[in-house]
Protein backbone atom coordinates (compact mmCIF):
# COMPACT_ATOMS: atom_id res chain seq x y z
CA UNK A 1 0.00 0.00 0.00
CA UNK A 2 2.61 2.42 -0.63
CA UNK A 3 1.56 5.44 -2.25
CA UNK A 4 -0.37 6.29 1.27
CA UNK A 5 0.32 9.07 3.25
CA UNK A 6 -1.23 7.48 6.19
CA UNK A 7 -0.63 3.56 5.57
CA UNK A 8 -0.78 2.86 9.26
CA UNK A 9 -4.46 3.21 9.28
CA UNK A 10 -4.79 -0.25 7.01
CA UNK A 11 -3.63 -3.56 7.96
CA UNK A 12 -3.55 -6.86 6.05
CA UNK A 13 -4.82 -10.12 6.85
CA UNK A 14 -0.93 -11.57 7.43
CA UNK A 15 -0.24 -8.79 9.76
CA UNK A 16 -3.26 -9.32 11.48
CA UNK A 17 -2.59 -13.28 11.91
CA UNK A 18 1.04 -12.14 13.63
CA UNK A 19 -0.32 -9.70 15.94
CA UNK A 20 -3.79 -11.07 17.27
CA UNK A 21 -2.37 -11.11 20.91
CA UNK A 22 -1.28 -7.64 20.68
CA UNK A 23 -4.91 -5.93 19.10
CA UNK A 24 -8.10 -5.80 19.65
CA UNK A 25 -10.07 -6.45 16.95
CA UNK A 26 -13.47 -5.30 16.87
CA UNK A 27 -16.18 -7.10 14.51
CA UNK A 28 -18.42 -4.16 13.09
CA UNK A 29 -20.78 -6.04 10.88
CA UNK A 30 -24.27 -4.52 10.30
CA UNK A 31 -27.06 -5.36 7.82
CA UNK A 32 -29.31 -2.45 6.29
CA UNK A 33 -32.79 -4.89 5.37
CA UNK A 34 -34.38 -2.37 3.35
CA UNK A 35 -38.28 -2.11 4.29
CA UNK A 36 -40.06 0.71 2.11
CA UNK A 37 -42.36 1.95 4.86
CA UNK A 38 -38.91 2.94 6.74
CA UNK A 39 -36.31 3.19 3.99
CA UNK A 40 -34.34 0.08 5.91
CA UNK A 41 -34.46 -2.40 9.12
CA UNK A 42 -31.28 -2.20 11.01
CA UNK A 43 -30.02 -5.90 11.76
CA UNK A 44 -26.48 -5.93 13.90
CA UNK A 45 -24.07 -8.77 12.54
CA UNK A 46 -24.19 -10.87 15.86
CA UNK A 47 -25.59 -13.82 14.14
CA UNK A 48 -23.13 -13.14 11.55
CA UNK A 49 -20.31 -13.59 14.25
CA UNK A 50 -21.13 -16.44 16.22
CA UNK A 51 -21.23 -18.44 12.78
CA UNK A 52 -17.29 -17.38 12.83
CA UNK A 53 -15.02 -14.24 13.74
CA UNK A 54 -11.38 -13.75 13.63
CA UNK A 55 -10.15 -15.13 16.42
CA UNK A 56 -10.27 -13.37 19.89
CA UNK A 57 -12.51 -10.15 18.59
CA UNK A 58 -15.45 -9.04 19.54
CA UNK A 59 -18.98 -8.17 18.27
CA UNK A 60 -19.22 -4.28 18.32
CA UNK A 61 -23.01 -3.39 17.54
CA UNK A 62 -22.63 -0.41 15.91
CA UNK A 63 -26.27 1.04 15.99
CA UNK A 64 -25.99 0.68 19.76
CA UNK A 65 -22.41 0.25 21.51
CA UNK A 66 -21.22 3.12 19.39
CA UNK A 67 -24.74 5.72 18.36
CA UNK A 68 -26.65 7.86 20.25
CA UNK A 69 -30.07 5.73 20.45
CA UNK A 70 -31.49 8.97 21.68
CA UNK A 71 -31.44 10.57 18.56
CA UNK A 72 -33.81 10.65 16.19
CA UNK A 73 -31.80 8.82 13.14
CA UNK A 74 -29.53 5.73 13.53
CA UNK A 75 -25.92 6.17 14.15
CA UNK A 76 -25.52 9.25 14.99
CA UNK A 77 -21.93 10.09 17.14
CA UNK A 78 -21.87 9.77 20.92
CA UNK A 79 -21.42 12.07 23.23
CA UNK A 80 -17.46 11.53 24.15
CA UNK A 81 -18.51 10.61 27.63
CA UNK A 82 -20.78 7.53 26.31
CA UNK A 83 -18.03 6.28 23.31
CA UNK A 84 -15.58 6.29 26.14
CA UNK A 85 -17.29 4.10 28.40
CA UNK A 86 -18.16 1.77 25.27
CA UNK A 87 -14.31 1.26 24.34
CA UNK A 88 -13.79 0.39 28.45
CA UNK A 89 -16.12 -2.53 28.08
CA UNK A 90 -13.93 -3.83 24.91
CA UNK A 91 -11.36 -3.83 27.19
CA UNK A 92 -9.86 -0.65 25.41
CA UNK A 93 -7.25 2.00 27.17
CA UNK A 94 -5.78 5.11 25.29
CA UNK A 95 -2.37 2.61 24.04
CA UNK A 96 -4.42 0.02 22.65
CA UNK A 97 -4.08 -0.59 19.10
CA UNK A 98 -7.34 -1.55 17.67
CA UNK A 99 -8.20 -3.17 14.06
CA UNK A 100 -11.61 -3.16 12.60
CA UNK A 101 -13.24 -5.22 10.00
CA UNK A 102 -17.00 -6.14 8.74
CA UNK A 103 -18.48 -9.45 7.47
CA UNK A 104 -20.49 -6.88 5.28
CA UNK A 105 -19.27 -3.72 3.79
CA UNK A 106 -16.50 -2.46 4.82
CA UNK A 107 -18.07 1.25 5.86
CA UNK A 108 -19.23 0.11 8.82
CA UNK A 109 -15.39 -0.96 9.90
CA UNK A 110 -14.25 2.62 8.97
CA UNK A 111 -17.34 3.76 10.21
CA UNK A 112 -16.19 3.20 14.25
CA UNK A 113 -12.49 4.02 13.04
CA UNK A 114 -13.62 7.83 11.88
CA UNK A 115 -15.66 7.42 15.35
CA UNK A 116 -12.11 6.87 17.55
CA UNK A 117 -10.12 9.46 15.21
CA UNK A 118 -12.98 11.98 15.91
CA UNK A 119 -11.91 11.38 19.51
CA UNK A 120 -8.37 11.21 19.39
CA UNK A 121 -7.48 7.83 19.25
CA UNK A 122 -4.88 7.16 16.15
CA UNK A 123 -4.05 3.79 17.19
CA UNK A 124 -6.28 2.26 14.93
CA UNK A 125 -6.35 0.48 11.46
CA UNK A 126 -8.99 -1.18 9.37
CA UNK A 127 -8.32 -4.92 7.83
CA UNK A 128 -8.07 -4.78 3.91
CA UNK A 129 -10.12 -6.83 2.59
CA UNK A 130 -12.29 -7.14 5.90
CA UNK A 131 -14.12 -10.73 6.63
CA UNK A 132 -14.21 -12.02 3.39
CA UNK A 133 -10.36 -11.82 2.40
CA UNK A 134 -9.79 -13.61 5.90
CA UNK A 135 -12.19 -16.07 4.76
CA UNK A 136 -10.98 -16.62 0.94
CA UNK A 137 -7.07 -17.11 2.58
CA UNK A 138 -8.17 -20.11 4.78
CA UNK A 139 -6.99 -18.35 7.93
CA UNK A 140 -8.22 -19.68 11.64
CA UNK A 141 -12.14 -18.86 13.07
CA UNK A 142 -13.34 -18.80 15.95
CA UNK A 143 -17.59 -19.03 16.52
CA UNK A 144 -19.63 -18.58 19.61
CA UNK A 145 -19.96 -15.41 21.63
CA UNK A 146 -16.67 -14.17 21.83
CA UNK A 147 -14.89 -13.54 24.82
CA UNK A 148 -15.40 -10.22 26.69
CA UNK A 149 -11.70 -8.64 28.24
CA UNK A 150 -11.21 -6.99 31.16
CA UNK A 151 -12.48 -3.38 31.23
CA UNK A 152 -9.82 -0.92 29.56
CA UNK A 153 -9.55 3.02 30.70
CA UNK A 154 -10.05 4.75 27.92
CA UNK A 155 -10.84 8.50 28.07
CA UNK A 156 -11.46 10.75 25.75
CA UNK A 157 -8.42 13.37 25.61
CA UNK A 158 -9.22 15.31 22.39
CA UNK A 159 -12.20 15.80 20.46
CA UNK A 160 -11.91 16.75 16.85
CA UNK A 161 -14.22 18.51 14.91
CA UNK A 162 -14.93 15.55 11.89
CA UNK A 163 -18.39 15.77 11.84
CA UNK A 164 -20.73 18.64 10.20
CA UNK A 165 -24.83 19.24 10.68
CA UNK A 166 -27.05 20.20 8.26
CA UNK A 167 -26.48 24.31 8.63
CA UNK A 168 -22.74 23.88 7.90
CA UNK A 169 -23.70 21.91 4.87
CA UNK A 170 -26.01 24.28 3.43
CA UNK A 171 -23.28 27.40 3.68
CA UNK A 172 -21.20 24.73 1.56
CA UNK A 173 -23.97 24.98 -1.57
CA UNK A 174 -23.18 26.93 -3.99
CA UNK A 175 -18.46 27.53 -2.59
CA UNK A 176 -16.65 26.45 -5.10
CA UNK A 177 -14.10 25.86 -2.32
CA UNK A 178 -16.16 23.09 -1.04
CA UNK A 179 -16.85 19.60 -1.96
CA UNK A 180 -19.61 17.97 -1.10
CA UNK A 181 -19.39 14.61 -1.87
CA UNK A 182 -21.71 11.85 -1.71
CA UNK A 183 -20.91 8.21 -1.27
CA UNK A 184 -23.81 6.47 -2.03
CA UNK A 185 -24.62 4.53 -5.59
CA UNK A 186 -24.75 6.62 -8.49
CA UNK A 187 -28.77 5.51 -9.16
CA UNK A 188 -29.05 6.93 -5.68
CA UNK A 189 -27.21 10.41 -6.42
CA UNK A 190 -29.69 10.53 -9.68
CA UNK A 191 -32.60 9.82 -8.14
CA UNK A 192 -32.91 7.08 -10.49
CA UNK A 193 -33.47 4.02 -7.87
CA UNK A 194 -32.40 2.83 -4.33
CA UNK A 195 -33.24 3.74 -1.04
CA UNK A 196 -34.23 7.73 -1.32
CA UNK A 197 -34.47 8.20 2.75
CA UNK A 198 -37.16 10.81 1.76
CA UNK A 199 -36.83 12.91 -1.43
CA UNK A 200 -35.40 11.34 -4.26
CA UNK A 201 -31.67 12.48 -5.39
CA UNK A 202 -28.84 14.56 -3.90
CA UNK A 203 -27.88 17.28 -1.57
CA UNK A 204 -27.54 20.45 -4.21
CA UNK A 205 -24.33 20.75 -5.85
CA UNK A 206 -23.10 17.57 -4.54
CA UNK A 207 -21.12 15.20 -6.63
CA UNK A 208 -20.35 11.16 -6.46
CA UNK A 209 -17.95 9.03 -5.66
CA UNK A 210 -19.65 5.58 -4.38
CA UNK A 211 -17.56 4.09 -1.50
CA UNK A 212 -17.95 1.00 -3.40
CA UNK A 213 -16.22 1.94 -6.39
CA UNK A 214 -13.16 2.25 -3.58
CA UNK A 215 -13.33 -0.88 -3.71
CA UNK A 216 -11.91 -4.29 -6.29
CA UNK A 217 -14.82 -6.40 -6.11
CA UNK A 218 -12.95 -9.44 -6.75
CA UNK A 219 -11.15 -9.54 -3.87
CA UNK A 220 -13.15 -7.00 -1.32
CA UNK A 221 -9.69 -4.66 -0.88
CA UNK A 222 -9.46 -1.42 -1.49
CA UNK A 223 -7.95 -0.09 -4.79
CA UNK A 224 -4.30 1.11 -5.12
CA UNK A 225 -3.39 4.74 -4.01
CA UNK A 226 -2.88 5.81 -7.52
CA UNK A 227 -6.47 4.60 -8.40
CA UNK A 228 -8.42 6.15 -5.72
CA UNK A 229 -6.53 8.90 -6.07
CA UNK A 230 -7.63 9.50 -9.45
CA UNK A 231 -11.14 9.02 -8.64
CA UNK A 232 -11.28 11.14 -5.99
CA UNK A 233 -9.38 13.70 -7.69
CA UNK A 234 -11.73 13.61 -10.52
CA UNK A 235 -14.48 14.45 -8.52
CA UNK A 236 -12.61 17.71 -7.22
CA UNK A 237 -12.28 16.17 -3.69
CA UNK A 238 -8.42 16.20 -3.57
CA UNK A 239 -7.75 20.34 -3.05
CA UNK A 240 -10.30 21.61 -0.96
CA UNK A 241 -12.10 20.78 2.23
CA UNK A 242 -14.87 18.27 2.02
CA UNK A 243 -18.06 17.19 3.63
CA UNK A 244 -18.65 13.40 2.87
CA UNK A 245 -22.44 12.09 3.47
CA UNK A 246 -24.68 9.20 2.22
CA UNK A 247 -27.73 8.08 3.66
CA UNK A 248 -26.83 7.95 7.80
CA UNK A 249 -23.51 8.65 7.66
CA UNK A 250 -21.99 4.98 6.96
CA UNK A 251 -20.85 4.91 3.75
CA UNK A 252 -19.06 8.26 3.81
CA UNK A 253 -16.76 7.04 5.95
CA UNK A 254 -15.44 4.98 3.45
CA UNK A 255 -14.51 8.19 1.31
CA UNK A 256 -13.22 10.15 4.47
CA UNK A 257 -10.93 7.59 5.52
CA UNK A 258 -9.80 7.22 2.11
CA UNK A 259 -9.11 10.67 1.54
CA UNK A 260 -7.39 11.01 4.99
CA UNK A 261 -4.81 8.24 3.84
CA UNK A 262 -3.98 9.57 1.13
CA UNK A 263 -3.17 12.96 3.00
CA UNK A 264 -6.07 14.69 3.12
CA UNK A 265 -5.89 16.86 5.99
CA UNK A 266 -9.27 18.80 5.54
CA UNK A 267 -12.38 15.97 5.29
CA UNK A 268 -15.59 15.81 7.52
CA UNK A 269 -18.86 13.86 7.41
CA UNK A 270 -22.49 15.69 7.57
CA UNK A 271 -23.46 12.81 10.23
CA UNK A 272 -27.24 12.58 9.97
CA UNK A 273 -27.07 12.88 5.83
CA UNK A 274 -29.97 12.47 3.58
CA UNK A 275 -32.01 10.67 6.99
CA UNK A 276 -31.96 14.18 7.91
CA UNK A 277 -31.42 16.38 4.44
CA UNK A 278 -33.97 14.16 2.25
CA UNK A 279 -36.86 14.40 4.86
CA UNK A 280 -36.77 18.46 5.58
CA UNK A 281 -38.72 20.36 2.36
CA UNK A 282 -36.82 23.45 2.92
CA UNK A 283 -33.62 22.07 2.36
CA UNK A 284 -32.38 21.90 -1.51
CA UNK A 285 -32.17 18.63 -3.59
CA UNK A 286 -31.55 17.44 -7.24
CA UNK A 287 -32.20 14.64 -9.46
CA UNK A 288 -31.05 13.51 -12.65
Not at 31 to 57: C, M, N, Q, S, W
Amino acid sequence: MSGFKHPEFLVETDWLDQHLGDVVVLDCTTHLIPDPKITYVVKPGREDFEKGHIPGAQFCDVSRDVSDTSQKFNFMRQKPADFAAAMRRFGISNDTRIVTYSTANPWWATRVWWLLRSFGHDNAAVLNGGWQKWIAEGRSVETGPGTARSAGNFVVREERDLMVGKDQVKAAIGDAGVCTLNALLASQHTGSGGNSYGRPGRIAGSVNLPAAHLLDPATNTFLPPDELRQRLGAVGALDRPVIAYCGGGIAASADAFILTMLGHTDVRIYDASLSEWAKDESLPMEVG
